[in-house]
């Protein structure tokens, strides 16, 4: 979320929690514990000004000189240019995913990062609720100050298989906060071991 209610700080946050996230020694230990031993990663940012910016273009994160490629991308990302927020298009779940191929993906997941609520274009339980039946799960990181955004995430924005939400009640907790959320996906992502 690079709305126009994050400022440039907590831009800066977002960005830098999710490099620091990619290259977490833990969060490489999982993606090596799962069956294909390598993850598609991709990463965009958005925001009420109808700016939609590709980050990290699809990717496969594999190994430690994987992430560090990807880290870079994140730290280097350009930062939202906030004179040209105004003519807002909301971005459907076809768009978000035109033009990609993944015939064997087992789990596909969007990490949601936001400090506000939706208002404005589609309603976002259409948007979730077609994103579920994709087989998509939808996580939630909310910030700022806002006490009723995690009800509105709960009941509006999350949803799948092994959903969940986190919340960060500072902003400068939000990288730490990110390397968690990795971790948290990965292990979501592990086969449940057989009993005995």
Not at 108 to 130: F, Y
Not at 135 to 157: E, H, K, M, Q
């Given at each position: 979320?690079?709305?126009?209610?994050?400022?440039?700080?907590?831009?800066?946050?977002?960005?830098?929690?999710?490099?620091?996230?990619v290259?977490?020694?833990?969060?490489?230990?999982?993606?090596?514990?799962?069956?294909?031993?390598?993850?598609?990663?991709?990463?965009?940012?958005?925001?009420?000004?109808?700016?939609?910016?590709?980050?990290?273009?699809?990717?496969?994160?594999?190994?430690p000189?994987?992430?560090?490629?990807?880290?870079?991308?994140?730290?280097?990302?350009?930062?939202?240019?906030?004179?040209?927020?105004?003519?807002?298009?909301?971005?459907?779940?076809?768009?978000?995913?035109?033009?990609?191929?993944?015939?064997?993906?087992?789990?596909?997941?969007?990490?949601?990062?936001?400090?506000?609520?939706?208002?404005?274009?589609?309603?976002?339980?259409?948007?979730?609720?077609?994103?579920?039946?994709?087989?998509?799960?939808?996580?939630?990181?909310?910030?700022?100050?806002?006490r009723?955004?995690?009800?509105?995430?709960?009941?509006?924005?999350?949803?799948?298989?092994?959903?969940?939400?986190?919340?960060?009640?500072?902003?400068?907790?939000?990288?730490?906060?990110?390397?968690?959320?990795?971790?948290?996906?990965?292990?979501?992502?592990?086969?449940?071991?057989?009993?005995?």
């Amino acid at each position: 979320d690079v709305s126009d209610s994050v400022d440039e700080h907590e831009e800066w946050l977002q960005l830098t929690g999710l490099a620091r996230g990619v290259v977490d020694p833990t969060f490489l230990a999982r993606i090596a514990e799962g069956r294909e031993q390598r993850i598609g990663f991709m990463a965009y940012t958005w925001s009420s000004g109808g700016e939609v910016t590709l980050v990290v273009p699809w990717t496969v994160i594999a190994g430690p000189a994987d992430a560090r490629r990807v880290a870079v991308l994140f730290e280097s990302a350009p930062r939202v240019d906030r004179s040209t927020f105004g003519g807002y298009q909301p971005l459907t779940v076809e768009q978000m995913t035109r033009g990609m191929t993944d015939i064997s993906a087992r789990r596909s997941v969007i990490n949601l990062l936001s400090d506000g609520v939706s208002n404005n274009g589609q309603d976002p339980r259409i948007v979730r609720d077609r994103a579920i039946r994709l087989g998509v799960t939808i996580n939630g990181i909310v910030f700022g100050g806002r006490r009723d955004l995690p009800g509105y995430f709960r009941d509006n924005i999350i949803g799948g298989p092994g959903a969940f939400l986190m919340e960060v009640a500072e902003p400068g907790d939000l990288p730490r906060a990110l390397e968690k959320k990795f971790w948290q996906d990965m292990i979501a992502a592990l086969p449940t071991p057989a009993a005995g």
